[in-house]
């Protein structure tokens, strides 16, 4: 069974558009997360939830929203797709211990082009 | 606030040879450090960890010890294997500062040529 899965692995669109990526964790974790990777495999936090809760949310353009509908899932919607905005987007869990984060558990990842 | 600083690479290595990738931290509080690893095209998955000074994780051959007199965290490994290849995260996690999320190196590419 996939820990962290993510849809879809490679999305490739054109700028201008609106896209979705959608990931789901089956660990029973109570926090979730979106990261950005670029070309340089530098990795970003975007914004993080718990318990449905947005808790994170880092200077990110608000094209960028994050919808939570359950703790099992964290959807990321982008409108109006820019070429900037190609990288690799990484959906993470992790259990909130007394607010101390111990592990994260990654997803696969989502490689988006913007072309 | 918190930062990790990492070694810049990519780092280089022979087959067996002996592998140390740099790690220094700054935190609030008292953190707990994580290593990272990230093979090509995948997700990240979580090497090693250590919660309080002294500790020492291992996995796989791989180690780091949290010296907390030198905020360091060094991943070592005696003798690596080309599938060793791949970028290596050191990260840390500090509740003090009330952030639930890990703090990040810029990481780490290693190749490990036959």
């Known amino acids: 069974d996939t820990a962290v899965s993510q849809t879809p692995k490679y999305l490739v669109t054109q700028m201008g558009n609106d896209k979705s990526i959608k990931c789901e964790q089956n660990?029973?974790?109570?926090?979730m997360y979106w990261y950005k990777q670029d070309s340089k495999k530098f990795l970003k936090i975007m914004f993080s939830?718990?318990?449905?809760?947005?808790?994170i949310n880092e200077t990110v353009p608000n094209r960028f929203s994050p919808k939570s509908p359950d703790k099992a899932h964290l959807n990321l919607h982008i409108n109006s797709l820019e070429l900037g905005d190609s990288a690799v987007y990484f959906c993470?869990?992790?259990?909130?211990?007394?607010?101390?984060?111990?592990?994260?558990?990654f997803g696969p990842g989502t490689r988006l082009t913007v072309t | 606030g918190n930062s990790v600083t990492q070694m810049e690479g990519p780092v280089t290595l022979s087959e067996e040879a002996f592998l140390t990738i740099n790690c220094t931290y700054t935190?609030?509080?008292?953190?707990?450090l994580f290593w990272y690893v990230q093979y090509p095209g995948e997700g990240l998955q979580l090497l090693l960890k250590?919660?309080?000074?002294?500790d020492k994780g291992s996995n796989k051959g791989f180690e780091a010890t949290y010296r907390k007199e030198t905020t360091s965290f060094h991943l070592e490994k005696g003798s690596v294997q080309v599938s060793d290849s791949a970028v290596y995260f050191c990260?840390?996690?500090?509740?003090?500062?009330?952030?639930?999320?890990?703090?990040f190196g810029s990481g780490t590419r290693l190749q490990v040529q036959p």
């Open positions: 250590a919660t309080k000074a002294d």
């Open positions: 939830y718990n318990n449905k809760e947005l808790i």
């Open positions: 993470a869990s992790s259990q909130d211990v007394g607010g101390m984060i111990y592990e994260q558990y």
């Open positions: 660990l029973g974790h109570d926090t």
């Open positions: 990260a840390l996690s500090d509740r003090a500062t009330g952030r639930r999320a890990l703090t």
């Open positions: 935190a609030t509080g008292y953190p707990s």
